[in-house]
DNA sequence: AAATTCGTTAAGAAAAAATTTAACAAACTG
DNA sequence: CAGTTTGTTAAATTTTTTCTTAACGAATTT
């Protein structure tokens, strides 16, 4: 193999930083994030630890927008504050373990779903019971009541289900059942 | 309590299905699912089956949007089509069970997620291989390269954790782990 | 205390996405 | 085979989202 000066050496590391950072970025677009967050967080994981200054140079967006996505990357626990005394500088930090980010990003989605439609479900469910139970409402009326409390009733165990996923993976739990590490293949 | 006429039997029904009609929409718009494809799923998920027609008039879009909608709930495994014989018209019944919704949608995205990084993160390790073996090159480029070595070989341990995550939801294995019914509390 | 640095927020501009209108094509009907 | 019905696709419009510019306020420095 032909041997690399200093500068062919970086564009290489260029490249294949970009080619990981392009990788991230597109997933994170994928889930909802957006595009600013996601380049910013795929740069941020490359990264010790950086400084707005630094992130708008590095991502090439303006301040404002470095603000913004840093905050909703800190929500969904991308990101974290670090201290850095001597600076007034404030300085961040991306969570670089994707087994926290996943943690974080989907039990929060997860928990949100959960409660909602158990809300919705919950509502409902007393609407049709008054009306189940009623036995002056016409028989169609009570069947079709009788029915969709049947399936939302059903979906009570799914929600019952995500939940314990929820805590199967905040608690690590999960990975007694589905370990970390399968370094063959 | 009161005893009910029919109307007011059916404005309660009605009722009882917009809320739960809403929050399944909400969730999956969160989830990045159009708007109209969410209030669709929604009011299928309260049906038997459906055509094209009797979408528009429940949910109030324009045919068009009916039309892309339901394509789009086909490829996230939400909507199947029916054939049901006597009719031209097209036909969709509403998958119902949340698990396999679940099931299609996380495991088409998370593998889509895997496959795309993997490629990255395999690329980007031959190129940083190549720095890290070239003694001519600047000791602190082949530091740094080694120190990104080093963090993207680690997140394959979490991309074939993810993988072998979907093998379990795939396969009904995880539900031995996390089983389905809770029925208390 | 005036001037500067730093970060946030509000208003406006630009870009992207979703929906509708309208044109089209395929399959059926009479 | 002319005329419908049905569903899809393309172009245009509307709406929503994202980003930038600019104004602001708090903290710090001189």
Not at 57 to 75: D, F, H, P
Request: charged share 30%.
């Amino acid at each position: 193999m032909e041997s690399l000066n200093n500068k062919e050496a970086r564009e290489k590391l260029e490249f294949a930083k970009d080619q990981v950072i392009g990788a991230i970025a597109e997933t994170m677009d994928l889930y909802g994030v957006t595009p600013a967050a996601g380049r910013l967080y795929a740069t941020m994981y490359l990264e010790d630890k950086m400084n707005l200054d630094e992130m708008l140079e590095e991502v090439g967006m303006t301040k404002a927008s470095m603000s913004t996505s840093v905050r909703k990357l800190q929500n969904i626990g991308y990101v974290k504050r670090v201290y850095t005394r001597g600076t007034r500088k404030h300085t961040y930090a991306a969570e670089k373990n994707f087994f926290n980010t996943f943690m974080s990003f989907y039990c929060q989605q997860w928990e949100r779903e959960v409660s909602m439609n158990l809300d919705a479900v919950q509502l409902a469910e007393k609407e049709l019971d008054e009306i189940i139970n009623d036995e002056s409402v016409a028989e169609e009326i009570r069947e079709e009541a009788k029915e969709h409390y049947k399936l939302l009733n059903e979906s009570k165990v799914y929600y019952r289900w995500l939940r314990k996923l929820v805590a199967s993976i905040r608690s690590g739990e999960i990975f007694e059942f589905l370990p970390k590490e399968n370094e063959d293949t």
